[in-house]
């Protein structure tokens, strides 16, 4: 049986939307500049055009996020890394807040193989901010006479110095041999124009505990896993997080947050990009940027009360994590 999905709003690719009025407007009041616009929106969709899944992303969502971009003078290019649309699939729900479920054509709910209700979602592009962008912001500054991070291999951290508790290094200048060497750590710096510089260190245990802890979409048993080549290819898609995919580009940009959050001098750029950073706006009807509340599609998923054991005693909700089963 096919599903019914007219329940499920149609929305047109990014290419089509992007040629819109509406979107045409909203790009032209925002930049005010024609030649900006000219070249954000050319920018924009070459840098779509060349990641299939950012393709299949609302297209809403990629107009906002590149905007938001624009809008901190950061380019879209992923070779420059400053920063990031990344895809992730997300539960529809409808005008009431509930879920909107697949039907078939008799208009029962699907289920899927495991006797779960199957819930449309679509594909949502979320602004992400990479630690080239960090530095960028930071040295456009103009506090900032150098700024950097760098990923420690093993047999560079040499400690802290007993006087001053900074820590010491001897970095290896042998590429092929630093290449060859596993990951013990992280480190950023800075220098102000006066002068005054400050050195952070994490090890890469703190930094998957931090993780861990602080980033809903990370498990460090499951990112061990992955890296053992545990994790079957059908299931790869779980892990679509950046820490998942670039931990030590994430454990770089952590650490630049962490030191100039800290001991840093932080310009409205660089608050706007910390408190927008990993969220996911939109465009509403009335063609304005508005936020979206994040619901990841994985792991909370509808199971049918049917499928339980009779023993079993009926659920407290509709919803369960598919982690706990």
């Not at 697949?102 to 630690?131: C, H, I, P, S």
């Not at 291999?153 to 290896?172: A, M, Q, S, V």
């Not at 299931?235 to 940009?253: I, N, R, T, V």
């Not at 310009?267 to 910390?274: E, K, L, N, V, Y």
């Amino acid at each position: 049986m096919k599903p019914n999905n007219n329940m499920v709003p149609q929305k047109p690719r990014f290419s089509v939307a992007i040629t819109t009025p509406q979107y045409q407007k909203l790009i032209s009041n925002t930049l005010s500049d024609p030649k900006r616009a000219s070249r954000f929106i050319a920018s924009i969709t070459s840098a779509v055009a060349i990641n299939p899944a950012l393709q299949e992303c609302d297209a809403g969502t990629i107009l906002a996020g590149a905007l938001l971009g624009e809008s901190l003078n950061l380019s879209p290019s992923p070779q420059l890394g400053q920063y990031y649309l990344v895809p992730f699939e997300c539960k529809l729900k409808g005008d009431d807040g509930k879920p909107i479920y697949l039907l078939d054509e008799q208009g029962n709910r699907m289920k899927d193989k495991r006797g779960y209700y199957m819930v449309a979602t679509e594909k949502r592009a979320q602004f992400v901010l990479g630690y080239k962008g960090y530095i960028q912001m930071s040295l456009r500054s103009g506090s900032y006479s150098d700024l950097d991070t760098r990923v420690i291999k093993e047999g560079e951290y040499l400690g802290r110095d007993p006087n001053t508790g900074k820590p010491l290094f001897h970095f290896i200048e042998d590429d092929d041999q630093w290449e060859s060497l596993p990951v013990v750590g992280y480190m950023a710096y800075f220098e102000y124009l006066n002068g005054f510089r400050k050195t952070m260190y994490w090890s890469k245990g703190k930094m998957l505990n931090h993780a861990d802890q602080y980033s809903p979409a990370f498990s460090a048993k499951n990112y061990e896993k992955l890296q053992n080549g545990e994790i079957p290819d059908n299931e790869l898609w779980k892990y679509s997080s950046f820490w998942y995919k670039d931990f030590d580009g994430m454990a770089l940009k952590t650490m630049l947050r962490q030191l100039v959050s800290k001991w840093g001098i932080m310009s409205t750029d660089m608050q706007t990009a910390i408190e927008k950073d990993a969220t996911t706006q939109s465009i509403s009807t009335k063609g304005n940027v508005i936020g979206l509340p994040e619901d990841p599609a994985p792991h909370d998923d509808i199971i049918d009360p049917d499928t339980l054991p009779s023993s079993a005693p009926p659920p407290a909700a509709e919803k369960v994590n598919l982690n706990d089963l």
